[in-house]
């Protein structure tokens, strides 16, 4: 057994479809780890674990709960799985939780509060209001301390503690300064060796452009929609305008120096195969509840204004999203 097993303390706030997904895996495979949980979930996790189903097995495992009031062993690895929008909210509390030698792993969709640290940039000290506003999460969450990550497994919370999993185990990883440190090489090798994929990216921001292109062009549209992935862009009118977003969208991200390895119509291609899949955003829409509009929307449109990129089609979209949600509280 790896020492990483019995020396590394991994916990994950926000287990949910992907932070449970996570835990579980983790701790079937031997790590020591906990989550941080709240409510009825708390009630639900410390009775009866954590149960992943999927195609290929059933995973049962029990990670040790706690609130995110109660002192903690000290946190080698901190997972943030919560949804971006409560991320502001929340920073303060989980400030408690972090040490000297604590790695944040951020898995949230959209543009991340530390997207500019670590950058040789212009823009290297420019905070992104709309993902932390008055730099509440950067002054809780030191942008030093954390690794970046895109999540690609798709998996759906039926209950808190049980969770389908239903496809992929790719989790990228990469330090914002694109070096491959000891802590990112321990935390590749940990995923690996709990049935994920973990590569190590040189430039991170690359591949959460690749996502977040589709998150922006597909996750606002779904919702004024109600339409799934498939359905979009098989529909010629809702394909053209989903093209028109991604189009403003790689502008910005190339701007700031990303690189696309993929062409916007492979991307669209990509999706449509996807089938009958809702975003992650018309499923919150859907189950009334409050949607990450600020750190995939509203952040590229502050993007978009500070690399002097017109971004025409994303700001009609979300005007009409914005009122919508907003006469729901759903922003």
């Known amino acids: 057994m790896s020492n ?5 303390h991994f916990c994950i706030f926000g287990a949910g479809a992907i932070g449970g997904l996570i835990a579980a895996k983790l701790k079937y495979h031997g790590y020591n780890v906990s989550c941080i949980a709240r409510g009825n979930s708390y009630e639900k996790l410390s009775e009866n674990g954590i149960k992943i189903l999927s195609s290929s097995e059933t995973i049962q495992s029990k990670p040790v709960v706690y609130k995110i009031n109660e002192k903690i062993p000290q946190i ?6 919560v949804k971006a929008n409560s991320l502001p909210s929340i920073a303060e509390d989980l400030k408690r939780h972090i040490s000297k030698k604590t790695t944040i792993i951020t898995g949230m969709n959209g543009i991340p509060h530390w997207y500019f640290s670590g950058l ?3 823009f290297k000290k420019t905070p992104i209001e709309s993902v932390d ?7 809780s969450l030191p942008p030093e301390k954390i690794i970046g990550s895109v999540i690609y497994p798709a998996a759906k919370l039926v209950e808190p503690g049980l969770i389908e999993h239903s496809s992929g185990n790719k989790i990228t990883l990469g330090e914002p300064n694109g070096l491959k440190s000891e802590r990112i090489n321990i935390l590749s090798e940990c995923l690996n060796k709990s049935g994920f994929r973990a590569p190590i990216k040189t430039n991170i921001r690359d591949e959460i452009w690749i996502k977040l292109l589709g998150n922006v ?5 779904s ?3 109600g339409g799934t992935l498939e359905e979009m862009c098989k529909n010629t009118e809702t394909r053209s305008i989903v093209e028109e977003i991604m189009i403003e969208t790689k502008s910005i991200g190339e701007k700031l120096g990303a690189n696309f390895p993929i062409s916007i119509e492979k991307r669209i291609n990509g999706a449509e195969a996807v089938g009958d899949h809702k975003t992650s955003m018309l499923q919150d829409f859907e189950t009334n509840k409050k949607m990450e509009f600020n750190a995939i929307v509203s952040a590229v449109q502050e993007l978009g ?9 994303l700001d009609l979209v979300a005007k009409i999203l914005k009122l919508k949600i907003n006469l729901l509280n759903l922003y």
């Open 305 to 313: 204004q500070l690399t002097n990129t017109p971004t025409k089609t």
């Open 223 to 225: 919702v004024l929609t």
């Open 133 to 139: 506003p008055e730099g509440i999460i950067s002054n």
């Open 76 to 81: 080698d690895y901190l997972f943030i799985t």
């Open 120 to 122: 040789n940039s212009e």
């Open 217 to 221: 062009a597909f996750n606002p549209l």
């Open 4 to 8: 990483y097993r019995i020396n590394k």
